[in-house]
Nanobody
Framework: EVQLVESGGGLVQAGGSLRLSCASS????????IGWFRQAPGKEREGVSC????????HEADSVKGRFTISRDNAERRVYLQMNSLKPEDTAVYYC???????????????????WGQGTQVTVSS
């Protein structure tokens, strides 16, 4: 069955870096898009960055462009989110999610992603 497990969250000071990892199993990795989403207290869940495994096409939210980079390791069936220059407003629970993406990356929005990990807390202190 499909399983996604996030790791790498934690507490970091503003300006610091973290790398999140999403380990996948139970999927034909190349057929999917995998995205990172986050939800802060009192806010809707939002797309942060998504990647289509087969061609490596990506999308990044405007709020993280130039700071966050999504990448994949096909051999390990993992997707990473390198987060640099972290800001307090990046504080949220970060989720990894997957969807089948046969014809393109598509929207990087939580409503179109089907399989979800448990989330990992990222806290950025000022």
């Amino acid at each position: 069955e499909v399983q996604l497990v996030e790791s790498g969250g934690g507490l970091v000071q503003a300006g610091g870096s973290l790398r999140l990892s999403c380990a996948s199993s139970g999927i034909t990795f190349d057929d999917y898009a995998i995205g990172w989403f986050r939800q802060a207290p009192g806010k809707e869940r939002e797309g942060v960055s998504c990647i289509r495994i087969s061609d490596g096409s990506t999308h990044e939210a405007d709020s993280v462009k130039g700071r966050f980079t999504i990448s994949r390791d096909n051999a390990e069936r993992r997707v990473y989110l390198q987060m640099n220059s972290l800001k307090p407003e990046d504080t949220a629970v970060y989720y990894c999610a997957a969807k089948i993406a046969p014809y393109g990356l598509g929207p990087c929005g939580p409503r179109v992603y089907d399989y979800w990990g448990q989330g990992t807390q990222v806290t950025v202190s000022s």
